[in-house]
Nanobody, 119 residues
Framework: VQLVESGGGWVQPGGPLRLSCSASGAIFFSAKTMGWYRQAPGKQRELVATITRRGTTDYAASVKGRFIISRDNAKNTVYLQMNSLNPEDTAVYYC?????????????WGPGAQVTVSS
């Protein structure tokens, strides 16, 4: 499975940004719980949001109410709509099969998408 994140960039505080993640070669993509993760400079990678195959979502407390995760199974794509961004959201954002994050599935990570929030 090849994961490619896109849509990152620079945004001013309070602004929005939408990330996309394309999963090519992903067999049974629609059956997988997918997630977005981020790693800020000097910090460990953390979970941001997950979405199950049925569309049930869950969010880290720090982004709840501001971020929205969604998926298009026909396109093997997961999205992350980020609103009301603040400098603490600055990080490299990654998507992956949530099983890779939890360690029950062997997989690799994509290059990620850099998000920089500053004035």
């Amino acid at each position: 499975v090849q994961l490619v994140e896109s849509g990152g960039g620079w945004v001013q505080p309070g602004g929005p940004l939408r990330l996309s993640c394309s999963a090519s070669g992903a067999i049974f993509f629609s059956a997988k719980t997918m997630g977005w993760y981020r790693q800020a400079p000097g910090k460990q990678r953390e979970l941001v949001a997950t979405i199950t195959r049925r569309g049930t979502t869950d969010y880290a407390a720090s982004v709840k109410g501001r971020f929205i995760i969604s998926r298009d199974n026909a396109k093997n794509t997961v999205y992350l709509q980020m609103n009301s961004l603040n400098p603490e959201d600055t990080a490299v954002y990654y998507c992956n099969d949530h099983g890779v994050w939890t360690g029950v599935v062997v997989g690799s990570w994509g290059p990620g998408a850099q998000v920089t929030v500053s004035s």
